[in-house]
């Protein structure tokens, strides 16, 4: 009787071995689940970078879950809650508004979550930062237009003003910019935010710029390639438009375009597949418990207080000049969608 219990409770101890490890090989097994939280999918950029994001999630074994929170910062910090409500192992954030986005970092961070803060600053100590420099993007967009045009009347026009984002490239093109108004070279016009990066408020701006100095406008510095958009639209009018640089930011297709026909100067191609798959590989790595390899330096904002561990990624500066080699040889666009509006006898070669 003895030897037959001892016999069973040496077969269930067996049993209960076996099944602890099975279900500790399926809990190994997890495959990692990367939330990500979209500002609003209506800006080309991000929509674009979704698709990327997947790819690259599923490639490294991870499964992703977005939102798009249509440019309602608040809208943001429920479905952020959403997402650490079912689970997400790390938590990517495109901030509508950096401040605000904050209380999101911070829930998901007490519940044990890592935070990545996607191209634009969460002012949270504990998010990592992955971007481009910033600074150095409005460097190189000031620096074009001010090789074509050193003097003259110039309109600025700003991103988000609740976008730390904003502020960084506005430093940039201070650098360049500032120099030049002290000595008197530059008269700064206008100076205009545009509420969520928007197109329609930098037509409005130049409109009224050019109105107000009689159309005695010969640069704009728009922030990025949508103010870039709407900053030609209104310069089409009085005949401007291809006459006054601009710049912009981010490769979008319709900004590649319009340098191919010549209505825009510059625009700062950030690869956004570099950030994106760079932003997956460190989600990956944090869901495991590691620290990003990628992390090269640190952002600081002095006025919140907040220093973060960041991942900075470089930038290149496109004219008409490289623009092909850029864009096209480097596969981000084809020939036929940049040059579409371009007489084919013109295209490059």
Known sequence: MKRSFSRNLFVCLVLSVVLVAGVSGLAAAKRPLIGVSIRSLSEERWARETVIMEEVAHELGADIMFTDANHDETVQNSQIENLIARGVDVLVIIAQNSDAAVMGAQMAIEEGIPVIAYDVAVFHPDAIYLSFDSVRVGYEMAKAVVEMV?????????????????????EGHFQVLQPLIDKGDIILVAEQWCSAWSPQEAMMHTENALVA???????????????????????LEPGLAGKVPVS??????????????????????????????????AAVELAHGKRPTAINGTYKNEERGVEQDAILLDVVAVTKDNLYEVIVQGGFHSLEDVYKNVPRSEWPQ
């Open 150 to 170: 050193p003097k003259g009347n110039y309109l600025w026009l700003g991103g988000s003003p609740t976008d730390d984002n904003a502020y960084l490239v506005r």
């Open 248 to 281: 912009g930011q981010d490769a979008d297709l319709a900004a590649c375009q319009r340098i191919a026909e010549g209505t825009q100067t510059v625009t700062i191609f950030k690869d956004v597949r570099i950030l994106a798959r760079t932003a997956m590989e």
């Open 213 to 235: 100095n009689n159309d005695k406008i010969d640069a704009v510095v728009a922030s990025n390639d949508g103010t870039a958009g709407g900053a030609v639209q209104a310069l």
